[in-house]
């Protein structure tokens, strides 16, 4: 696997202005953009790639909305070298009206993990009160949390800090753990 998947925490950016779709940078610790990732403008559905590097020539994973509109989506992420599905990232429809929640499935489409908001009454102020309270995502699998999403406080430029550091046996295939930080600010994002 591609050693840019073997960190244990990453930084995520949303450009702030993209003409041409959303455009998302992904940094290891020291501030070095190792990742890169596209999201087709004007699209029926979400269409979302990582790149291997900032000419976004050479594809890693591909993040793709199975229907057009769909309360509760699944995206699949696929490999895009090997086109084998790594696993799929489904949003809980009506819970994450009042809370996020997404449901991480494996290749074979079972459930293996869940990704929720930090706190109930925090997601109410958030949405229905004000978005200066920054999120908080954990994430995880049989019970134990392996991540964390922490979203950085700043009202122009959307970025999220991802660490794996909880996940010491390895059990979350890192793409599906960035897939799912990108789809929280490209998708998540458009709730506010």
């Known amino acids: 696997m ?55 020539t050479k594809e890693l994973v591909t993040i793709q909305a199975r229907n057009v509109i769909d309360f509760s989506a699944i995206y699949d992420v696929v490999d895009a070298e090997t086109g084998g599905r790594i696993g799929s990232l489904q949003r809980k429809g009506m819970k994450s009206m009042f809370k996020d929640e997404w449901s991480i499935l494996n290749a074979n489409e079972a459930a293996i993990g869940l990704i929720q908001e930090d706190n109930a009454w925090l997601a109410f102020v958030r ?4 978005q200066l309270i920054p999120q908080k995502f954990k994430l995880q699998i049989d019970s134990r949390q392996v991540a964390l999403f922490r979203q950085n406080f700043n009202p122009f430029v959307s970025k999220l800090h991802l660490d794996f550091s909880q996940d010491t046996g390895n059990q979350l295939d890192r793409r599906l753990g960035l897939a799912a930080a990108v789809l929280m600010l490209v998708v998540e994002g458009k709730q506010g």
């Open 2 to 56: 591609n050693p840019k998947f073997s960190h244990q925490q990453y930084r995520i950016r949303k450009q702030v202005l993209s003409l041409a779709g959303a455009r998302i940078d992904i940094f290891d610790t020291a501030g070095r953009a190792i990742l890169f990732s596209k999201m087709k403008a004007f699209k029926l559905k979400e269409d979302i790639r990582l790149f291997e590097d900032e000419s976004m």
């Open 127 to 130: 949405r229905f009160l004000t």
